[in-house]
């Protein structure tokens, strides 16, 4: 099966995107792949690095390089940067022939086989994704009660819909009017736009750190489904929020194998080595961790 694939980085963010794609090429073999990146003055060095490696995996790599279409002044952070909102103009650059593409963000693994999330039928939605797990609020948003946020990490566009309704101008209008609203950036301005246009699906394709941190135990009122069935059958593990797998501090569960996935790359070095605060500030990470999910299995 050939599956169309988008991601973006910028230099930062090269190293967990090639990561990212080795765990998608592991654990979907026999398959292959038109790959769209989307970047901005990637390196070439990094270019050639990631050419190497799709030319392993039988996937044709499209540069997309977002300096050729015209960028809105959108709101930034240490945290997020400019490249969070590339996915906006997948629709741009994407060949017309393409009517489906998987948008996967770079901070993520893919751990099982994504046909059946591929060819999820859309009901006519703009696109699909999974409820965001976090306790976020909606209230700054222009959202009516009763619809849930969804995560932008993992987004299935149904790209006819975008390109016959100019869903991309009418998203970035938004965004250049109300990006000082947005908390959560990119994935505000997708919400408060597509709100009623998305088709929420099971939380393995999207399996965010939140689930495990505190929510364990409070995401069945989520997603009306346990947590063991979640984590049994997650196939794309997420890992949201300012820690990162590669950061020493990271307590994920999945922080190991995302180690053993980096090391199977050209970037061992990428991932954080430990020193004395280090230490101290994971173990009071670590403690701040289990007081929360007592608080939230007490509350349960």
Do not use: H, K, W
């Given at each position: 099966m050939r599956y169309n694939i988008a991601a973006a980085a910028d230099n930062?963010?090269?190293?967990?995107?090639?990561?990212?794609?080795?765990?998608l090429?592991?654990?979907?073999?026999?398959?292959?792949y038109n790959l769209y990146v989307l970047h901005k003055e990637l390196k070439d060095e990094y270019k050639q690095a990631l050419t190497i490696l799709a030319s392993q995996h039988n996937c044709i790599i499209e540069w997309l390089n977002v300096s050729d279409i015209q960028i809105g002044s959108f709101y930034t952070s240490h945290y997020i940067t400019e490249a969070a909102y590339y996915r906006i103009y997948i629709p741009?650059?994407?060949?017309?022939?393409?009517?489906?593409?998987?948008?996967?963000?770079?901070?993520?693994?893919?751990?099982?086989?994504?046909?059946?999330?591929?060819?999820?039928?859309f009901d006519d939605c703009a696109l699909a994704a999974v409820a965001e797990a976090a306790n976020y609020t909606e209230k700054w948003l222009n959202i009516p009660d009763g619809y849930p946020m969804f995560n932008s990490g993992v987004l299935l566009l149904n790209l006819p819909l975008w390109r016959r309704e100019s869903y991309a101008d009418k998203l970035i209008q938004n965004i250049n009017i109300r990006k000082e609203k947005y908390l959560i950036y990119d994935q505000d301005a997708l919400n408060e736009f597509f709100y009623n246009n998305v088709k929420l699906i099971h939380p393995k394709w999207n399996f965010q750190t939140a689930i495990y941190d505190p929510n364990k135990y409070v995401v069945k009122k989520k997603y009306k489904i346990d947590f063991d069935e979640i984590n049994k059958e997650a196939c794309i593990i997420h890992f949201t929020g300012r820690t990162k797998p590669w950061h020493f501090k990271c307590t994920h569960p999945y922080r190991k194998l995302y180690i053993k996935y980096t090391y199977n790359t050209p970037y061992r070095t990428f991932i954080q080595k430990p020193s004395i605060r280090l230490v101290l500030d994971k173990y009071i990470s670590w403690f701040i961790h289990k007081i929360e999910r007592i608080i939230a299995k007490l509350n349960y």
């Open positions: 930062n963010y090269f190293v967990p995107m090639y990561v990212m794609l080795v765990s090429f592991t654990n979907n073999e026999n398959s292959s741009y650059l994407i060949p017309q022939s393409i009517d489906r593409v998987l948008y996967l963000d770079c901070d993520m693994l893919v751990i099982g086989n994504i046909a059946e999330l591929y060819n999820t039928s």
